[in-house]
């Protein structure tokens, strides 16, 4: 009979025994899932009509990892490395069926079984080192054992997936299908029904040149040299390990080094980071419907830049500047770009040329009567550009400030380009929620990542700017330039430091001051746009920062810098700094009453915070 609950599902197929795991959205291995594996596999040995377990996942993908909202809890049994230990100790045969994207510890589950498929399309990988850590259920021990050092290092160190193909010329897998994963799966679990396969623990395939494994370690370990986190290195040992050490050593090194480097604030800094990114994926209109937009209008020589990405994406542009020379300007600066891009190989000539022919420039308005969505480069051409551009089309402009009235404002947003990477787009109270999906719709097709900003916007640009007020305060103030740069390069700030200052990395204790000066100040801006409403979330502060100005993604972001530091510390500091350069540091009432209730600025949610993500 089959049985329907929780995260597994169980179905029998005769003589195999299907564990299907559903745990949406991505069938990380949390706690609950991890529990209902074990007893599955226990009572799978216990029954002798079972004669073979596959494992598959129901949803988009097979397991994408351990669950990274679980990290820095108290870790619950059974833990993943002992659950992987489990399924490859058991006698009958255990095969995983992949789909999607098996990661981290998804893969390091697959690993644990004794043999696995996939379907084509699957994407497989390690990618720990992103969030600071490493494989920590057996990874480092079990992959370089099937596939040597320096394949095992590459997947490791990189964090990068790679596709079944390859993965199964690796020989992380045992078959690949184009379709119909599930039968296919279902008929290698028939035939291996009574077989006693090699655990991966025992399979020596990645070990057998002896010497090519150390010199792969070696030259990972030289590289490693002089990195700003630990975790490249402590793979690099866990590999070398893997072959100095019998696996029940080499696993109990693992897991020393996976607990290291899981409680360090680098890695709680990543986690941030990435639960920040996803967060500011949810937007209110995400159930809007993005309007189609064939032409890219451009008015305004200084959207040069935007017309380029939009070229680079292969849309057709129509940009339009009234003034000649600057017309000319500005197709100069694409034309200088897209040579510096041949030169760097990053651009074929042909691609250059079909991207001038998706070019058309232009003196007048009237060329945008086409375009459905026009970048708005100069403000003064916004009147212009409404009269020209067609009826539903939006208008996103592109600079500083609120967005006028116009009789146009269900159509108008602001779209500003944050250090090439990032589109912070700034919604009026009037602009439709199909304005909102098709200016972000337009900003992921050229490449960027999105934070929703209510009207007038600048989250990152204000918040740097109160971290570059207090730099230059500081230095007015007498503090040596080498040693404000020194503090802040040793944070990860550079982008601040005094530019004349020397090459030093300065930490201690002053050191910190200086840190704490610069960032409180950034904080208490980033609390002044969670008042207004400006910013949705302070998580969206923080990815904005490290999305766009390249704020130390390890660093997590200066709100979690504050929630990190305790509020009631920012609030005494503010206090005090406060009084000195008011401009600069008088407190946020926001802080005041977070730190009054022992609140974080992660408690901190806005009215518009709500939302979903599209797709
Ligand atoms: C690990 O495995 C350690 C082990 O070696 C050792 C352990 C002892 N956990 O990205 P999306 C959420 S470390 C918890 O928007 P996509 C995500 O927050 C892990 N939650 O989807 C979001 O939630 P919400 C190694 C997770 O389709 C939702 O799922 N693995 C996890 O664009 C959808 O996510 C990784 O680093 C997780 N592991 O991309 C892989 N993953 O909707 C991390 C996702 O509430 N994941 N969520 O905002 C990914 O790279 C992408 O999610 C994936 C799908 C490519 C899978």
Redesign the pocket.
Known sequence: MDQQAGPLRQERHGAVLVLVIDAP??N?LGHALRAALWQAIEAAEADATVGAVLIRAAGR?FP??????EFGQPPRAP???DLCDRIEACPKPVLAAIHG?A???GL?LALAAHARIARADAMLGL??V??G?L???G?TQRVPRLIGAEQALRLMLTGKPVPAAEALALGLLDGVVEDGLEVAALRLAEGLVGRRLTATRDRREGMRDGAAYQTAVAAARLAQAGARLPAGARIVDCVEAAQLLPIEQGMVFERAA?ADLVATPEAAGLRHAF?AE??A??FPEAKAEARPVAQLGVIGAAGSDLALLALQAGCPVVLVEPNRPQLVEALERIAAAQETAVQEGRLTPAARDADWERLTPALGAAALADSDLVLVADAGLLAEAAEAAPPGAVLALTGRGALPDSPRASDIIGLRLVGGRLAELAVGPQTAPEAVATARAVARRLGLLCLRAATPGGIAGRVMLAGRAAVTHLLAQGEAPARVAGALRGFGLPQLAPEAAAEASETGASAGRIIARVLSAMANEGARLLERGIAQRASDIDFALVAGLGFPRWQGGPMFWADQRGLLILRRDLAEWGQEAPEIWAMAPLIADLAAQGGHFADHAAQAGSGQ?DA
């Open positions: 959205p991505v990380a993908t994408a990892g351990a669950d990274i909202s833990q993943l490395p994207t990661l981290g510890g390091e990618p720990e992103t969030l850590i494989p920590g259920a990874g996976f639960f996803r967060a994926a949810r993500k």
